[in-house]
């Protein structure tokens, strides 16, 4: 609620604190007092457009301060947080500043906030409603929720927007691959060719450095045969090395007896020598038969290494990536020709989420249809009382298109009332006075006071152009009102100001020569009895007035 209210330099008033409780506050003074600057300055709080026009002359800007205590995870705390403004403890302090040459700043909690910000948090903490203005109810945006909080829907509306947002993503998921698959379908024959073109060419990985090396090798075959040639020649001339080795190696074992050993590392030699060029010649005689002289072979392998190194510059691989990319290609294909089964399971599944959708949609609508009978039930026995006897109260609940469904189901909700008997309903900006559309307000906020999450409700004359019995029934349901909520109005009716918990008389006092100023001050009970008075009599108080007013108040 509303708990303080400071004000500095705005139109008439230079400084004014006040305080406020729970429950039916009036405020009451001569026209022209000033209270309408007392709504001025709480809607610059709540976002109102600013207007340089109301700073006090001789004064620089004006600034006024709204003090709000809501409850943890109010929707106003919660919408701050979500701004990353410090909202979750304490007080919410909103402050105006406004400079005379119309400049404005906005702050919350000494944060500087936009007022687009402010106005969203002060729609969740106060309604203001006029005779020319009204905040809520006559925006259409807020039936379906408020008829939901009435109702008490809150776990069906948890359940149609989980149902929806899994609809969603069905339908989402089924989009994308449907798109995905278009995109295949269109690059299929690419993908196909380039498969094909893989498979036949058959790569390996580790392919490009073995025929790399084999070409090389091939490329100085010639050279490498004369020089093999050469060796064996030099192993094979004035006879046969291996053979000299032997005879030398048989000579000396003929005589090794004699040299008491000497010879035994000598004939040892010979022996690994003669067996080392035995291998190497036979070594030899293999690899020169190992090398393919066959221009043929050399040109086989360039143009594989040739085909292999264009495929993979082609595709943006190294040629070792080749094979890989092949059966990448193939997964593609084989998913491209499993799709359609897919596809239609993903279809399939997004029905279902559209079935359960509808189940739990048709459900709330079902729910609000029954909540809205009760509402006009409750609202049209509110009617009469405040002089509206001949007007009608509907709650409509209309199914929209398809393309207008969403997180809150099927239904459009509107509040539409027919002032006069035989005119159809319309909305209520449309067809109530100003007069008719405070009270009209006030009796749907009678019936919807227990579900409404706005702690403070503000009414500007919701007693215009009525008295009598008319104005004790506004007044004794503004005092219920104030029982639930926190109720502040204005008001020339001694019928309402004497249901107040709290009264303020305003008024406009000269505090020096040719310059007036607006004060308010909270009245105590016996000030407040000759404020009534003065409200039933005029001017001229006279103690049957007073009488009265006691009366009033105790009544």
């Known amino acids: ?80 947080s979500a701004q990353d403004v410090d909202a979750q403890d304490g007080p919410l302090v909103l402050r105006r500043v406004v400079t005379v ?61 989980t149902a929806w947002s899994a609809w969603r993503e069905a339908a989402k998921t089924r989009t994308q691959a449907e798109e995905a698959l278009k995109k295949a379908r269109a690059d299929e024959e690419n993908l196909r060719h380039a498969h094909d073109e893989l498979h036949a060419l058959a790569p390996k990985p580790g392919e490009e450095a073995e025929l790399a090396a084999s070409r090389a090798m091939m490329q100085h075959s010639e050279k490498l045969i004369e020089a093999m040639n050469a060796a064996q020649t030099t192993l094979s001339a004035k006879g ?92 593609q294909l084989a998913a491209l020709d499993g799709s359609g089964d897919d596809l239609g399971k993903l279809a399939k599944a997004e029905q279902a989420a559209r079935s359960a959708y509808m189940e739990a949609a048709r459900a709330l609508s079902k729910a609000r249809s029954e909540a809205a009978a009760r509402l006009d039930t409750a609202v049209a026995a509110e009617l009469p009382p405040l002089k509206l006897d001949k007007a009608r109260f509907v709650t409509s609940v209309m199914a929209g298109e398809e393309g207008d469904w969403g997180p809150d189901g099927l239904d459009k909700v509107a509040f539409l009332v027919a002032t006069n008997p035989g005119n159809p309903p319309a909305s209520l900006g449309k067809v109530a006075s100003g007069g008719e559309l405070s009270r009209f307000m006030l009796a749907l906020k009678v019936v919807l006071a227990q579900s409404s999450s706005t702690p403070t409700m503000v009414f500007d004359e919701v007693d215009s152009g009525i008295g009598g019995a008319v104005a004790a029934a506004v007044g004794e349901r503004l005092g219920r009102l104030g029982k639930d909520v926190q109720v502040l109005v204005v008001t020339h009716s001694p019928q309402v100001a004497a249901r107040g918990a709290q009264h303020y008389r305003v008024a406009k006092t000269e505090v020096e020569a040719g310059r007036v100023a607006t004060s308010v001050a909270q009245l105590p009970a016996g000030e407040r009895t000759e404020e009534i008075a003065r409200m039933l009599s005029g001017e001229n108080v006279t103690d049957h007035a007073r009488a009265a007013a006691a009366a009033l108040i105790v009544g």
């Open 1 to 80: 609620m509303l708990a303080s209210l400071s004000i500095r330099d705005v139109v008439l008033i230079e400084k004014l604190d006040l305080e406020f409780a729970s429950g039916l506050s009036v405020f009451t003074g001569e026209t022209g007092a000033g209270k309408s600057i007392l709504l001025d300055s709480l809607s610059l709080t709540l976002g109102a457009r600013a207007d340089s026009g109301l700073v006090r002359h001789g004064a620089n800007q004006l600034t006024v301060i709204a003090e709000f205590d809501p409850p943890p995870f109010h929707p106003a705390r919660v919408l701050l």
């Open 101 to 161: 040459d119309g400049r404005s700043r906005a702050y919350v909690n000494d944060q500087a906030v936009s007022v687009g910000l402010l106005r969203k948090v002060g729609d969740e903490l106060v309604e203001i409603h006029g005779q020319f203005e009204s905040h809520g109810l006559l925006d259409d945006t807020t039936h379906l929720p408020v008829l939901d909080a009435f109702a008490g829907l809150a776990e069906m509306r948890g359940a149609v927007k």
């Open 240 to 331: 046969d090395v291996e053979a000299s080795l032997r005879s030398a190696q048989r000579a000396l074992e003929r005589v090794a007896d004699r040299a008491e050993g000497k010879l035994d590392p000598v004939i040892a030699a010979l022996d690994r020598a003669a067996q080392e060029a035995a291998e190497a010649s036979g070594l030899l005689e293999r690899v020169s038969a190992e090398i393919d002289l066959d221009p043929r072979a050399l040109e086989k392998a360039e143009e594989r290494l040739f085909a292999l190194r264009a495929t993979a510059r082609k595709h943006g691989v190294e040629v070792d990536g080749l094979a890989a990319l092949r059966d990448d290609l193939a997964r």
